[in-house]
Structure formats: C-alpha cells, structure tokens
C-alpha cells in the first residue's frame, strides 16, 4: 500500500502531523507493506527566494492578526509540537520560499534519503536557530548531513530548472485531488486524510485502507494455459 503526503516545510501542521501520521504508522501491524511518498505543495508559491520575512510579520500581514495573536498562535504551535515529541522554536524564526527545498526533496527520493532530508529540514527550520531560507551553504549542509552528495547537490542549486517540473507536477496533482491545503495524505489513491489529525485517526485510515484494497483480477485464458516462469522453473515448450 501507498500513502503520498502532500506538505510544505514551511508549514508547522505539517510538522505535527507527520509526527502524528508516523506514531500511527509504527503501531500498524502491516507496517513494512506500506511505502511513505512525500510530495511537495508550497504554500507560497512564487514567492522570491530573497523575500525572507520574520514569521509573525508574515502572519499579521497575511491573516490581519495582531501580533499578539500571531504569537499566540506559535505558543500553542510549540504546545502540540511538544506533546509529539517535537523541538518548536516560537520566537524569531523565518518565512521564505520553499522551492529550492522541494526541489532537493526530489533529487533525495531518488537516492532513497527523501525522508531523511525532509526531517532535516523540519528540524532546522522549527526547532533550530539558523534560518533556511536564501541560504544555499545550509541547504548543502542539511543535504549531505541526510546523506545526499555534495556537488549533485549544488549542481541542483545552481540550476533552478533541476526538479522544477517535478515539483510543480505534484502541485498540480494535488490540485486535482481536491487538496486545498497541508499535510494533505492520500492512502493508496482510495482514502484522503486531511490536516494533522489525531493518531488514531490515521490508524483507522490505515486500517480502512489496508482492508479495501481491491485484490488483483486475472484475465481467464479459457482452456488455454499459458506457458510461465516460476520459482521451480520454466514450462518447456512441448511438441
């Protein structure tokens, strides 16, 4: 079975719900059957790579908080952040474009170091004090820290047209799905779970899921049967 997340490292839900999603998925009897995908979804998109903002100037100017509530809300951000475990920084941190990240998060699932790398990045841009946005050297840092190679790495930096496609693909894909905003999860292109929801929430999808999936249908040759390979051979043809 597939899950494919669709989330943005800039968004703290995704965060906590990734958490939430892997404390469901540890616990699932059927847990080595299912393949995690993440999928990218920017909730800035188009945004510059040098338009680096504070978080809480982002929010008031984005949602018409004050900044007391702006702050409020990464106070009770760093409350369900630590009731999963999670490190939260709620002061000082940054906003920025993600593209270069998805597009790193690409090469990486290629190299099987996808979900290293994202942990990376949700740990430095939550929980860690140097900002990841318009830096290329943390970028390269975090990347081969998760095990990706260096000049691959700053290859893909320096040519903004690496992945691109790739990332915008998924965004349009989520589209089609109907997903209006992240974490965004869909189990086996059946079932889609929105936002952080609690552990056994996703459990029961993984369950539901698991339990649905429709079992494989063979075409009926007839009487004939076809000549086939398997583990104690192949048919030698007759005649």
């Known amino acids: ?110 190299d099987g170091r996808q979900e290293a790398l994202l942990d990376a990045f949700y740990r430095a841009n939550f929980a860690e004090e140097r900002s990841v946005f318009n830096d290329d050297e943390r970028l390269v840092e975090l990347a081969v820290g998760a095990g990706l190679d260096e000049r691959t790495v700053r290859a893909v930096l320096a040519d903004p047209t690496a992945h691109a496609d790739e990332v915008r693909a998924d965004e349009r894909e989520a589209a089609q799905l109907g997903a209006t905003g992240v974490p965004f999860f869909v189990l086996d292109r059946a079932y889609g779970v929105s936002g952080a929801q609690p552990v056994d929430v996703f459990a029961q ?32 043809p007759q005649g």
Not at 32 to 43: C, M, Q, T
Not at 212 to 236: S, Y
């Open 1 to 110: 079975m597939r899950v494919e997340i669709w989330s943005d490292i800039a968004c703290p839900w995704c965060y906590v719900g990734k958490a939430r999603f892997e404390k469901a998925l540890a616990a699932f009897p059927h847990r080595d059957g299912v393949e995690v995908v993440h999928r990218s979804f920017e909730l800035d998109p188009g945004r510059a790579k040098d338009d680096v903002q504070p978080v809480l100037t982002m929010l008031t100017a984005k949602y018409g908080m004050s900044e007391a509530q702006a702050q409020a809300g990464e106070d009770n951000l760093g409350a369900q952040a630590a009731a999963e475990g999670l490190e939260y920084r709620t002061r000082d941190r940054d906003h920025g474009s993600t593209f270069d990240m998805h597009r790193l998060l690409h090469l990486a699932r290629k």
């Open 205 to 236: 999808a993984l369950t539901r899921a698991w339990g649905e999936r429709a079992p494989l249908k063979l075409v009926d040759g007839g009487a004939t049967e076809a000549e086939a390979c398997g583990p104690a051979g192949c048919a030698v």
